[in-house]
């Protein structure tokens, strides 16, 4: 039971490069989210997904976008880096979507740099 | 829009010493959550609040929840090493996707 999968953990991109931060999760979970953190900043959303084939923005989607063809994947796709895009990116998954509901399950991270 | 202000930035204790973050909304909350994060590592849940005036404990971890629910904190009684890492509050205002607001997090340390 892997949780929630992010790759890569790790990428340096030059201005203009695209890339897919990838994530999965084996919780079955409906709901799943991608953040970007900045240093001494908190967690901001980009984009987020209640299930297979729906998505919808969040607070700072631009120059992103995002896919969910599976309940299990969701990836985040950068098209056109920018050095504004360096940042830790995190994805999460919560069982459901309502106030109601419990925890974010995060990933380990994706730590970009665009030079 | 909705905002979550969390205070301290930073702070800076000595072993034993007790530690309080606290979180503010202009707006009433449904419910807050609090995180913590190890330094290079990933957010990870402590604990959701729901209910006006709600106080829930864990060991050294006491988490308040306001009565108007516009507001909550953390204390942790005695710190100690383990404790290191960045606290967030994250709040959810509502409505059918229960997206949470996040403050911009405390960072602790603690000195042995």
């Known amino acids: 039971n892997a949780g929630v999968t992010q790759t890569p953990k790790f990428r340096i991109l030059k201005i203009g490069q695209s890339m897919t931060l990838q994530c999965t999760q084996d919780?079955?979970?409906?709901?799943m989210y991608w953040y970007r953190q900045d240093p001494g900043m908190g967690l901001k959303l980009i984009y987020y997904?209640?299930?297979?084939?729906?998505?919808d923005k969040g607070e700072v989607p631009n120059g992103y976008n995002v896919s969910r063809s599976t309940t299990e994947d969701f990836p985040l796709r950068l098209e056109l880096a920018a050095p504004s895009q360096t940042s830790v990116y995190f994805c999460a998954t919560k069982e459901t979507g309502d106030f109601r509901s419990g925890e974010l399950f995060f990933g380990e991270g994706s730590r970009l740099t665009v030079l | 829009g909705q905002q979550v202000m969390q205070i301290p930035q930073y702070q800076h204790v000595q072993e034993g010493e007790d530690f309080t973050t606290y979180c503010n909304s202009s707006?009433?909350?449904?419910?807050i959550q609090w995180y913590k994060q190890r330094p290079g590592g990933h957010p990870v849940f402590l604990i959701q609040?729901?209910?006006?005036?709600e106080v829930k404990k864990q060991k050294r971890l006491t988490f308040q929840f306001g009565e108007a629910k516009k507001n909550s904190s953390l204390h942790i009684t005695a710190t100690q090493t383990t404790d290191v890492g960045t606290y967030f509050c994250a709040g959810n205002y509502g409505g059918s996707q229960g997206n949470l607001i996040f403050g911009k997090g405390t960072k602790l340390s603690v000195k042995p």
């Open positions: 997904s209640v299930g297979a084939g729906i998505t």
């Open positions: 609040l729901v209910k006006s005036g």
């Open positions: 707006t009433t909350l449904s419910n």
């Open positions: 919780m079955n979970h409906n709901y």
